[in-house]
């Protein structure tokens, strides 16, 4: 039989019951919907966790000063002062051991609000060095732009640069090259505007774009070297909150990591200090990214058997219920293997019509699925369907029908002629 | 009609030599066709006559190749075909015999002209041929205006005329006709006859299994079966 005639065979009877072949792909549908949704879902937290790491800079190691628990915490009783976190030694240490290690940008929480009117505000002003333009992966905005210099630190310039959702709240319409910020009751002059390309997170807390940054030197003669907060009679002393520190080779990166961990649990007496490791939290991610796929195979692979168990179910029925159309077709000239091709393609065609639909309401299910989580105003689900995952639906769609038509259709070449004739 | 009005008969087109079918039964063997020599000419009308159970069927799906010979051997256009394997024998099937159904045989989810490409299509005839064909052949059998009719919308004069358009479909050597008037009224049925009739005269040979003893006078040859036991008139 010509492959055309074929098609047209199979078409004309799957379109004899068209309900009853709809409901038997009902088991492919869901299952491949299901796959695909699930699919979706987990690309979108998988690419939106990958941007989120590479946002932080996959070749930094970020430092970051945690406040001990109370118990831990090492208390100076004349001072009142609790001292914690990352101290100028170790950034020295760090400097002149720690040979993998390129750039060196320290990062201070001035600890200072910032007024938009009378209200106080998110945005938060930190001291750095030039180099953090680089290591957080931010760029310049507008031509006028500049970030900070090593002068301005030199010559204790108040100048700043500001994040493009921070100069959006504070100068709205205004040309913020002509504005000021006021810090601390000290005026920073505006010298540059700078957004985070990737919506990137400052050591995954504050977001850059709602940041303003000024030299640490300035900071430090404006404010002096230790920020002090008063809490309940007890002031803290930090001397860095984040240390970024961006590597010459990343493949040494777990070794740095590690020696940079031994390092701080010698030197410090308390857990008052994180280690982020983008780089580390890449490759978990990834790893994760391997169990997800696991476990949505084999949920696909259950749904895909109870779907094509479904459809041998109806083929095998089917086959009972056209013994007699099998005799004629036999009687007329049929070879076995037109009787098999044919109902083995009518099972492909069911799982693929079945695929088809299921590949659609998975992307309705994954789009619906976004946009309910996105309903509260927070960032919620981002659903991605890849064109991978549908032809990888189609694909494992045909590949049921074949596996799970082939008996009956083995079955159903092998009626004798005469039988399946004499069949009622 | 009387036998003046059929085709002069010419080389043999069927041979049976010793052809038997046997069947067991609880350990028992039932010759459902005793051992049978007979010769059907080209452009023949054969009829085979017998009483219910007398072995008529079996002796047509023999011809047909519907079954397997159990001893002897069955030649069709000089080429022993009771011995082929399973592929074989459909395309013999296919392009050399044409069958006529009592109870007709079409299929029912399709329109008549589909059914009657149906044999065309085991043969591998381009779609628009194919169809042009079959168009024609209903044509000829005065349904030309039901072409995209089901079956289940004609009646059942109309259903064994689309059943021998599809018999035709392939041009076959000889047509196999089991008791095709069986399921229709007297008038009707003598339509049908007389549509074989044709057939033959046009040259086809056929071969028609019937109860009708009436049916007798249009044959050239006819054979009677008791017992599985065939003999020759």
């Known amino acids: 039989m010509r492959p055309v005639e074929m098609v047209l065979t199979v078409y004309a009877s799957l379109t004899r019951h068209l309900i009853r072949s709809l409901l038997a792909t009902l088991g492919i549908v869901l299952g491949i919907a299901a796959v695909v949704a699930m699919l979706a879902i987990g690309e979108g937290g998988r690419r939106e966790a990958m941007r989120q790491i590479e946002a932080q800079g996959v070749d930094n190691i970020i430092l970051r000063s945690v406040k001990p628990v109370e118990g831990d915490a090492q208390q100076s009783t004349r001072s009142f002062t609790q001292r914690y976190g990352i101290t100028q030694r170790d950034v020295e240490h760090i400097r002149n051991v720690f040979e993998n290690i390129r750039l060196l940008v320290p990062v201070m929480d001035t600890r200072r609000d910032i007024f938009v009117g009378q209200q106080t505000t998110d945005i938060e002003a930190v001291a750095t060095t030039p180099e953090f333009l680089e290591v957080t992966r931010c760029r310049l905005v507008d031509r006028r732009s500049r970030f900070l210099k090593l002068t301005d630190g030199q010559v204790l310039d108040p100048v700043c640069v500001v994040g493009i959702k921070a100069a959006r709240r504070l100068f709205a319409h205004l040309d913020p090259f002509a504005q000021t910020v006021v810090i601390g009751n000290v005026s920073f002059r505006v010298v540059g505007l700078m957004e985070s390309p990737v919506g990137g997170r400052l050591a995954g807390q504050y977001e850059l774009d709602n940041v303003i940054c000024l030299p640490i030197e300035t900071a430090r003669s404006l404010w002096g070297g230790i920020r002090v907060q008063m809490r309940r009679g007890i002031a803290e002393q930090v001397d860095y909150d984040f240390l970024f520190l961006s590597t010459k080779e990343t493949h040494a990166i777990p070794g740095t990591a590690g020696r940079l961990r031994a390092y701080l649990r010698s030197a410090h007496t308390q857990t008052d200090y994180e280690v982020q490791v983008p780089y580390e939290l890449l490759q978990s991610a990834q790893k994760t990214q391997r169990i997800f796929t696991i476990v949505m195979t084999s949920i696909a692979a259950i749904s895909l058997l109870v779907g094509g168990i479904g459809i041998m179910n109806i083929m095998l029925a089917n086959i009972f219920e056209r013994t007699r159309e099998i005799g004629v077709r036999r009687a007329l000239g049929a070879r076995k293997r037109d009787i098999l091709f044919q109902f083995l393609a009518e099972s492909v065609l069911l799982t693929s019509i079945g695929g088809g639909l299921g590949a659609g309401l998975g992307i309705v299910t994954a789009a619906v699925a976004e946009t309910v989580s996105r309903m509260g105003g927070d960032a919620g689900l981002k659903a991605v369907v890849t064109p991978e995952s549908l032809v990888v639906a189609l694909v494992v769609s045909v590949i049921t029908g074949i596996t799970f038509g082939t008996h009956p259709a083995w079955k159903a070449a092998q009626l004798d002629p005469l039988t399946a004739l004499r069949h009622e | ?233």
Do not use: W
């Open chain 2, 1 to 233: 009609m009387a036998d003046s009005d059929t085709q002069p008969c010419g080389q043999p087109l069927i041979e049976l030599h010793g052809l038997a079918k046997m069947y067991e039964a609880g350990g028992v063997r039932i010759a459902a066709l005793r051992p049978t020599d007979l010769t059907v000419r080209r452009g023949a009308f054969l009829t085979v006559m017998g009483p219910s159970g007398s072995g008529k069927s079996t002796l047509l799906n023999l011809f047909g190749l519907l079954i397997r010979p159990t001893s002897g051997i069955y030649r069709l256009e000089g080429r022993t075909v009771s011995d082929l394997n399973d592929d074989a024998t459909s395309a013999v099937r296919c392009g050399l015999i044409g069958m006529v159904f009592q109870s007709f045989n079409l299929l029912s989810h399709l329109t008549i002209l589909e059914n009657v490409c149906v044999p065309m299509q085991y043969a591998g005839i381009p779609h628009t041929r194919m169809r042009k064909r079959a168009k024609a052949l209903l044509a000829q059998l005065g349904l030309e205006d039901r072409y995209g009719s089901r079956p289940t919308q004609l009646s059942g004069g109309q259903c064994q005329r689309v059943a021998i358009a599809r018999a035709l479909a392939n041009d076959p050597s000889v047509i196999l006709a089991d008791e095709p008037t069986g399921n229709l009224d007297e008038k009707t049925g003598q339509e049908v006859l007389s549509i074989f009739q044709e057939l033959h005269r046009s040259g086809k040979t056929i071969i028609m299994v019937t109860h009708n003893p009436v049916y007798r006078q249009y044959a050239t040859q006819a054979v009677k079966i008791h017992d599985g036991e065939v003999t020759e008139e």
